[in-house]
Nanobody, 122 residues
Framework: QVQLVESGGGLVQAGGSLRLSCAAS????????MGWFRQAPGKEREFVAA????????YYADSVKGRFTVSRDNAKNTVYLQMNSLKPEDTAVYYC???????????????WGQGTQVTVSS
């Protein structure tokens, strides 16, 4: 099992920035792929960003491309999501997930964190 804990969420005004962290423990060797997803009230969970083990391959949803950056520090077993130029529509609970393959759908990921709330005011 892989345990994931998100942190760094909070309340910011539109145009502001936040940096989310996801700390992994347990069987981290099974976390070759790390993804970020978000879910807003009344909406389905959607893909945000993903990164492979080496950090050499990253993927972003069109809605966040150019504003968000995903990275990882394997020595610290931590994945980050730097969020800039935040918009009210970015308001959601953000989850990190671990899996064997980098995919843009939530199903294949085998481990999930509890989520961290991000609220962007206008």
């Amino acid at each position: 099992q892989v345990q994931l804990v998100e942190s760094g969420g909070g309340l910011v005004q539109a145009g502001g920035s936040l940096r989310l962290s996801c700390a992994a423990s347990g069987r981290t060797f099974s976390s070759a792929a790390m993804g970020w997803f978000r879910q807003a009230p009344g909406k389905e969970r959607e893909f945000v960003a993903a990164i492979n083990w080496s950090g050499g391959s990253t993927y972003y949803a069109d809605s966040v491309k150019g504003r968000f950056t995903v990275s990882r520090d394997n020595a610290k077993n931590t994945v980050y999501l730097q969020m800039n130029s935040l918009k009210p529509e970015d308001t959601a609970v953000y989850y990190c997930a671990a899996g064997l393959l980098v995919v843009t759908t939530p199903g294949p990921y085998h481990s999930w964190g509890q989520g961290t709330q991000v609220t962007v005011s206008s």
